[in-house]
């Protein structure tokens, strides 16, 4: 079935302002350029007002990326769906003119775009030295994690009996994707997990940009990238069409 632009441009408004009225969107959106500020503001104080060592920029940095890849990125799109599916909304899109991979496109749509501009805020609000980092780089590494998030979202939602399930599957993604980058700076152990995340390739961009390094990713830190994008996306079609969403 092809695809009406039409359609997924009114269901991308619709699936905006559904966002927007989401109370714990509004909040966690709120709370992450809000607590990197905070952490940044903290470390300054600290240090009298000196500059912060490279480690303390990276940490304030990586803690607002990684809260805004699965706070944001990741656990709106999966109660969203789960919402849909409490609510029977689902099924009646995929029994109406609507087909799933317009109602994917419209529900990604906007938890991909609001996790970009927060990541381009985060990096603002860091405190790094803008001249150190590759920008083209960043925001394009940053979109794949972003993106890679919204899927793995999706995915946790087709899974989820409803809101409440999907919010407790998430809280394990969460820790992993979040806790293992942050441990990986401090423990050699979970470095070598952290480079195959997609989180962790992110974390070590960012610290390398902190220490001065404009350098490009590996091939290997691409692949990871690139390789777990493509592998939730398949795990998202083939469970959508075994669920039964999907109609010809």
């Not at 940044?40 to 009298?48: A, G, P, S």
């Not at 980092?133 to 890679?148: D, E, S």
């Not at 993604?173 to 992110?202: C, D, E, H, R, W």
Request: hydrophobic share 50%.
């Amino acid at each position: 079935m092809g695809l009406s632009f039409k359609k997924i441009h009114v269901l991308t408004r619709f699936k905006f302002k559904e966002l927007f009225r989401n109370k714990t969107f509004l909040i966690t959106g709120s709370m992450v350029p809000l607590l990197t500020l905070l952490m940044r503001f903290v470390y300054q104080n600290l240090l009298d007002g000196k500059a912060m060592p490279p480690m303390m920029v990276a940490l304030v940095l990586n803690l607002g990326l990684l809260m805004n890849l699965t706070s944001v990125s990741m656990m709106m799109p999966a109660t969203m769906l789960a919402k849909d599916k409490e609510k029977n909304t689902l099924r009646t899109l995929m029994t109406s003119s609507v087909n799933g991979t317009e109602y994917f496109i419209s529900s990604v749509i906007p938890s991909f775009v609001v996790s970009f501009l927060i990541n381009l805020l985060v990096l603002v609000l860091s405190g790094i030295n803008l001249g150190e980092v590759n920008l083209v780089l960043y925001v394009l590494v940053t979109a794949i994690a972003g993106l890679t998030s919204c899927v793995l979202g999706m995915l946790i939602g087709l899974f989820a009996k409803n809101q409440m399930s999907s919010s407790n599957i998430c809280t394990i993604f969460v820790l992993v994707l979040m806790l293992v980058p942050v441990l990986g700076n401090i423990a050699g152990s979970f470095q070598k997990v952290s480079n195959f995340l997609y989180t962790g390739i992110v974390g070590n961009l960012v610290s390398a940009f902190a220490e001065g390094s404009r350098q490009g990713l590996s091939l290997q830190s691409w692949l990871v990238l690139v390789g777990e994008l493509a592998v939730i996306s398949l795990l998202f079609v083939v469970n959508y069409r075994k669920n039964g969403f999907e109609h010809e």
